[in-house]
C-alpha cells in the first residue's frame, strides 16, 4: 500500500502514472488556489509551480488552508513549498514568488506545463491567460468571483459564454466576444448574487472559495483520468 492506493482503486495505474507525469501550474494561492493547490497535491500530481507574491495575513485565517497564527508574514510559496513536501516528498515543487503582470507573465511559460488553474485576482493578468492558454494549446480553468456569496452549491464548472450574476465573468465574457474566441473557456462560477454589504472590502468565508478551489482541481484530475 501507499499513499495514492486508495486512489489508484478508482482511477487505476495506468493513470496514476498519468497523474504523476502531468505539470500543474496553480497562479494565486489564496482561498481559492489553496484548496486546489491541496487537492492537485493529494491527488499525485508529479510537477507543480506555484505562483503568488503576497505573505500570509491575519485576514487570511478565515479561508486560506495553510495559514495559522504561527506562519503570519510568511512568503505563501514557502509555506506551500514545505506543506507540498510534507504530503508528497516526490513531487516536483517550483515557486514563482512575484507579482504577475502582463509585462513578466512570458516567466510563467518558460517549461512544458499541462494545466494552468487561475486563481488570480487580476483581472488583465486573467485575460492574458485566456489568450496565452488559447495559443499555446495548455488546458486551462479559471475561479470567478467568490466574495460576498455564502452558498456554495451554486459553483459550477462551466464555459464562460454560460456565466452570470459575476462581475469577473461579465468583463471576460466580452473580452472572449471581442476577441473572436470561439473554442471554449472553462470556469468555475457561481450564480449566487453577491450579497451587498455596503462596503468597499470584499466580504469572504472558508465555504464558497474553498468549494471553487476543489472544482477547479476536479475539472483537471477528472480530464487526466477520463
Not at 489553496?34 to 493529494?42: C, F, K
Not at 508574514?73 to 515557486?95: A, H, L, M, S
Not at 454560460?162 to 471576460?172: E, F, G, P, Q, V
Request: charged letters at 25%; proline letters at 2%.
Amino acid at each position: 500500500m501507499n499513499q495514492l492506493s486508495r486512489l489508484e482503486l478508482i482511477v487505476g495505474s495506468d493513470n496514476i502514472f498519468k497523474l504523476q507525469n502531468t505539470t500543474v501550474l496553480i497562479i494565486g494561492l489564496g482561498g481559492v488556489g489553496s484548496y486546489a493547490l491541496e487537492s492537485i497535491v493529494r491527488s499525485g500530481i508529479g510537477k507543480i509551480i506555484i505562483v503568488d507574491n503576497d505573505t500570509i495575513d491575519i485576514t487570511n485565517l478565515n479561508r486560506q488552508l495553510m495559514t495559522y497564527q504561527s506562519n503570519i508574514g510568511n512568503y505563501k510559496t514557502d509555506v506551500w513549498e514545505k506543506r507540498i513536501f510534507d504530503i508528497n516528498p516526490n513531487c516536483q515543487v517550483k515557486k514563482i514568488t512575484k507579482f504577475i503582470n502582463n509585462s513578466n507573465i512570458d516567466e510563467l511559460f518558460l517549461e512544458k506545463i499541462d494545466y494552468i488553474i487561475d486563481a488570480c485576482d487580476t483581472i488583465e493578468v486573467k485575460k492574458e491567460l485566456i489568450r496565452q492558454t488559447q495559443r499555446r494549446n495548455i488546458k486551462f480553468i479559471s475561479a470567478m468571483g467568490t466574495g460576498n456569496k455564502m452558498d456554495p452549491s451554486r459553483l459550477k464548472i462551466m464555459d464562460i459564454r454560460k456565466t452570470t450574476y459575476d462581475s469577473i465573468a461579465s468583463i471576460l465574457r466580452k473580452m472572449v466576444r471581442d476577441e473572436n474566441i470561439t473554442s471554449k473557456v472553462m470556469v468555475v462560477c457561481s450564480d449566487e448574487p453577491a450579497i451587498k454589504t455596503g462596503s468597499k472590502i470584499i466580504g469572504s468565508n472558508c465555504l464558497v472559495p474553498s468549494t471553487a478551489g476543489i472544482l477547479c482541481a476536479s475539472y483537471i484530475i477528472n480530464d487526466i483520468v477520463r
